[in-house]
């Protein structure tokens, strides 16, 4: 499960959390059960009417304060399944679809991310807590790293179903196990940003 995790910040840290973000996630109708200690369960849960419902724009506050993340965790820190189309195009390569859309007001800029992985897992930074810091250049004072708080970031992790070789029901086994007779296998994503 080769992924990235990059803790974004589309507002530049002039903001303490990414709460007031907005997210999209158009295709992302499922999840992956988790237990209360965020094991996977083996259950695939639909998204529809829960606050990890994504496929409409939405602030990412309305996700991250309305979900459990863990014992005594609120947050977002789920995996996001895509389905295979967008409703409201035909014959389209699922690879060249916007999968996840993101805007942060306080700088205009928005992100968008293309994939050819079946899922994204996604981290809202519900357990920064000031102790980890950003990038000298970034936030508003010169010169100095700023601190990321609870809620100060958002990672996407564009992947397969986590724990999907431990459940053969999902049918993931071929996007998951490769061997010298599977042929290369080719994990991407882009991100594109605009103002």
């Known amino acids: 499960m080769l ?48 606050a990890l419902d994504f496929r409409q724009p939405k602030n990412i506050g309305d996700g991250a304060l309305h979900n459990p993340c863990g014992a005594g965790c609120t947050g977002i820190d789920n995996a996001f399944i895509f389905s295979q189309t ?3 195009s035909c014959n389209v390569n699922p690879a060249d679809q916007v999968r996840i859309k993101w805007h942060a007001p306080e700088t205009g800029l928005t ?15 519900a357990t ?20 990321i708080e609870q809620y100060g970031c958002l990672v996407i992790e564009p992947q397969g179903w986590i724990d999907g070789i431990n459940n053969p029901q999902w049918g993931q086994e071929a996007l998951q196990v490769f061997s010298g007779e599977s042929g290369v296998n080719v994990n991407w994503a882009e991100y594109d940003f605009t103002v």
């Open 111 to 125: 992100m968008s991310v293309r994939t050819n992985q079946q899922g994204t897992q996604l981290f809202s930074c």
């Open 86 to 88: 967008d409703n409201s």
């Open 3 to 50: 992924s990235t995790h990059i803790y974004w910040n589309l507002a530049a840290f002039l903001s303490p959390t990414v709460l007031s973000n907005t997210l999209q996630l158009p295709t992302a109708d499922r999840i992956v059960a988790v237990d209360p200690i965020l094991i996977p369960t083996g259950a695939l849960t639909p998204v529809e009417q829960t």
């Open 128 to 147: 920064q807590n000031g102790s980890t810091v950003s990038h000298i250049g970034q936030g508003t004072v010169p010169g100095k790293a700023p601190p």
